[in-house]
């Protein structure tokens, strides 16, 4: 279990690194997750702990707004959490989603591209999260953006290579799980809105 490996390599060169990703299926689901995950969470939980409390951010020609260090490290903990999570049951659908559409692999090795997939198609966002060391809400929503068209495209391209199916089969299944990424983001949004309702919002510096 190599930590971090292919993270470069899906940036550089995609569709060769599919290809070794699909070759490693004997790593297992969990193994591609614990040696992944957990590490790259760090950096948009990290930069945005800094960001919020060291720089702050402002919108116009309004005062700087920073988070006091509890709050921002009580919500950086929820968000660390939540990207995990997130992580894992995207994986968890793509690997349900393989069986609808006829994938021939065993069921461990579903297991392991489904979350493979989710991982390796989520690193391009969670690489961004570097740009929280400076929160600004245009240039966070700009280079998030950028790095959310980046990671469907990696969707498009490795779920045929991965699942070893046809193209236009792909492009179906990566489709449909493009509309469960952006519902379970939406569901974390809203999750988001409840958690702060019970008392862990922000609290701002006076």
């Known amino acids: 279990m190599a930590i ?57 020609s309004d005062e700087v707004v920073r988070l006091t260090s509890v709050s921002a490290a009580s919500l950086c903990f929820l968000s660390y959490v ?44 969670m690489i961004a999260g570097l740009v929280l060391l400076y929160p600004s809400p245009w240039l966070v929503t700009s280079v998030m953006g950028i790095a959310g068209a980046y990671s469907v495209y990696l969707l498009y391209q490795g779920i045929p290579i991965l699942m070893n ?19 379970l983001m939406v569901t974390m949004m809203i999750a988001s809105v409840i958690v702060w309702t019970v008392g862990v919002g922000p609290v701002y510096v006076s």
């Not at 992580?87 to 692999?105: A, H, L, P, Q, S």
């Not at 199916?165 to 519902?183: C, E, H, M, N, R």
């Open 82 to 125: 939540g990207i995990n999570l997130g992580v894992y049951i995207f994986g968890e659908f793509i690997n349900w989603m393989e069986r609808t559409f006829g994938v021939k692999d065993s069921a461990e090795e579903r297991h392991y591209e489904g979350t493979a997939m989710a991982v390796y198609v989520t690193t391009p966002m």
């Open 165 to 183: 199916i046809p193209k236009d089969q792909g492009f179906i299944f990566a489709s449909s799980a493009v509309t469960t990424g952006l519902v």
């Open 4 to 60: 971090l490996q292919h993270t470069l390599g899906i940036f550089l060169h995609p569709e060769s690194e599919w290809q070794s990703i699909r070759q490693q299926r004997r790593e297992g689901f969990m193994g591609v997750f614990v040696s992944h995950v957990p590490f790259l969470a760090l950096i948009p939980v990290i930069c945005a702990y800094i960001g919020v409390t060291a720089v702050g951010w402002q919108v116009g």
